[in-house]
């Protein structure tokens, strides 16, 4: 029987289908490999063993009464953005340090009614701002390959709790790469749906036009699995999309033979780290020989303006989110100040970290009077602008696909104080959030950094709610190699 902290989840499934392992093992293993490299890893704030092996009994039992699922009794963490009744949600942040939901987020709940396992909620840069899981107040996550180095943001407690084999599978949200970008620099596969495929209701708010939760997983089979249960309508969130949901694991074998791809010239830059460039172009490759049409130099010419565009949007969003966080209704509030007032302003000034409160004084700066039109509508007008360069090329193309990082990962604090460079490591991502289309990251490859090995993700991006095709082209080039195999040398 292979390691079981190292299973897929479909495979997990077989295993539990035909009696050879119970859930209640697979939690245990999960349970004692977070108690043997998360002192080292730092992927979770909340470990949730009781909760879990109940979970998992209760799963057991599901079975034995004739039920079947993929993701029963599988183990899972979950982001801690996502909200989670009877378990705290920090997002990270000081704010919500003790603050435990009454009620579970739709995308928490269609998993619990899977029958998945919960075993924790991991860590993250605080309300999901940051490229690194640097700014959590909890501390930082460590990156499995090399723990020197980040495993990327904000899900990068995700990312990692995945590659470590602590959780078969996991959830995060992505606002401007926030799943793609941990996933390729943890070597997992991470996939952002179209905006409005996947329920919000529960997630709390960073940027509400460009939030999306998607999945982390060990292979792509896994990841159309998760979309089949997490996606669909919800009245609960107005922004949720009254689309049909097909089974997403219709077309994962149906290979690449006849379908155009393009390759965006914008983002294969002359100053692209070699070792990327030579990762994405053999995957290109891969592709062709499969059968694929691959057109480099698509012309997406607003691909420059999409960094600016993103860091107005998404702070001026943030900056009206975040305005709850008052001490009055609930989280972290100071009470020792002159007045209201000045209780207010102590506890937003002691409750967000140092990248929350730059981002909220951008978004408010953009959205002051004299400002606005020069800065918040301009963004949304380039915003519209991207979204139809996209259209262009998709009326031309089935896929486009790029690299997802400019570099592979970095070491914790050599980007810490240069809030420009840290945001540059979403330049590839963040345009698919601006245009709301579903986005993957799959491994494809290693580059050699000093004694360790670092992964490199392939950036897969498609029409809107045309996740089958994506995940198709995915699937495709995960066959021709076996980079999900390799583990980390915890």
């Given at each position: 029987m292979p390691e079981l902290t190292s299973l897929t989840a479909h495979a997990a499934a077989a295993l539990l289908r035909a009696r050879e392992v119970s859930s209640r093992e697979l939690t245990e293993a999960a349970l004692e490999r977070i108690g043997a490299v998360d002192g080292r890893v730092h992927a979770f704030l909340t470990v949730t063993a009781e909760n879990a092996l109940a979970q998992a009994d209760a799963a057991d039992q599901r079975r034995a009464a004739g039920e079947d699922g993929e993701l029963l009794g599988v183990p899972v963490a979950l982001k801690?953005?996502?909200?989670?009744?009877?378990?705290?949600?920090?997002?990270?942040?000081?704010?919500?340090?003790?603050?435990?939901?009454?009620?579970?987020?739709?995308?928490?709940?269609?998993?619990?009614?899977?029958?998945?396992?919960?075993?924790?909620?991991t860590n993250m840069d605080e309300f999901a701002m940051g490229s690194s899981t640097e700014n959590s107040a909890y501390g930082a996550t460590h990156n499995p390959w090399d723990l020197q180095r980040v495993p990327g943001g904000s899900s990068g407690g995700s990312a990692a709790a995945v590659a470590a084999g602590e959780a078969v599978y996991a959830l995060g949200s992505d606002t401007g790469g926030s799943i793609r970008q941990p996933a390729a620099l943890?070597?997992?596969?991470?996939?952002?749906?179209?905006?409005?495929?996947?329920?919000?209701?529960?997630?709390?708010?960073?940027?509400?036009?460009?939030d999306q939760i998607g999945p982390f997983t060990r292979d792509v089979r896994d990841t159309a699995l998760v979309l089949n249960a997490i996606c669909g309508h919800d009245a609960c969130d107005a922004t949720s999309a009254p689309v049909a949901v097909p089974d997403f694991t219709a077309q994962l074998e149906a290979g690449v033979r006849g379908l155009r791809i393009g390759v965006p010239k914008e983002y294969l830059p002359p100053d692209l780290d070699a070792g990327v460039r030579g990762c994405v172009d053999d995957a290109?490759?891969?592709?062709?020989?499969?059968?694929a049409h691959i057109e480099r130099d698509v012309p997406l010419p607003s691909t420059g303006a999409a960094l600016a565009v993103y860091y107005i949007i998404a702070p001026s969003e943030a900056s009206a989110n975040l305005a709850r966080y008052d001490g009055v209704k609930y989280g972290f509030a100071y009470q020792e100040g002159a007045g209201m007032w000045d209780?207010?302003?102590?506890?937003r000034g002691m409750g967000f970290g140092a990248e929350v409160k730059r981002r909220i004084m951008l978004g408010t700066y953009a959205l002051s009077s004299g400002y606005y039109d020069a800065y918040y509508l301009k963004a949304q007008?380039?915003?519209?602008?991207?979204?139809?360069?996209?259209?262009?090329?998709?009326?031309?193309?089935?896929?486009?696909?790029?690299?997802?990082?400019?570099?592979?990962?970095?070491?914790?604090?050599?980007?810490?104080?240069?809030?420009?460079?840290?945001?540059?490591?979403?330049v590839f991502?963040?345009?698919?959030?601006?245009?709301?289309?579903?986005?993957?990251?799959?491994?494809?490859?290693?580059?050699?950094?000093?004694?360790?090995?670092l992964p490199v993700g392939l950036q897969i991006i498609g029409k809107p709610f045309d996740e089958g095709t994506v995940l198709r082209v995915a699937r495709a080039y995960e066959q021709t190699a076996d980079w999900s195999s390799r583990t980390p040398p915890l």
């Open positions: 801690d953005v996502l909200i989670t009744d009877g378990v705290r949600t920090t997002c990270g942040s000081k704010m919500l340090e003790h603050f435990v939901a009454p009620y579970r987020g739709t995308v928490v709940g269609k998993l619990f009614d899977a029958g998945a396992v919960m075993v924790g909620k943890c070597g997992v596969v991470g996939m952002k749906p179209t905006y409005g495929r996947v329920s919000r209701f529960g997630l709390v708010a960073f940027a509400s036009s460009l290109l490759a891969a592709l062709e020989a499969q059968g209780n207010m302003e102590k506890t007008k380039v915003r519209t602008v991207i979204r139809r360069e996209f259209d262009a090329a998709f009326a031309q193309y089935d896929a486009l696909v790029a690299p997802v990082t400019p570099t592979p990962a970095f070491k914790i604090g050599e980007k810490a104080d240069d809030p420009y460079a840290m945001y540059l490591n979403d991502t963040l345009p698919v959030n601006i245009a709301g289309l579903p986005g993957i990251s799959v491994p494809c490859g290693f580059v050699a950094a000093g004694a360790s090995e």
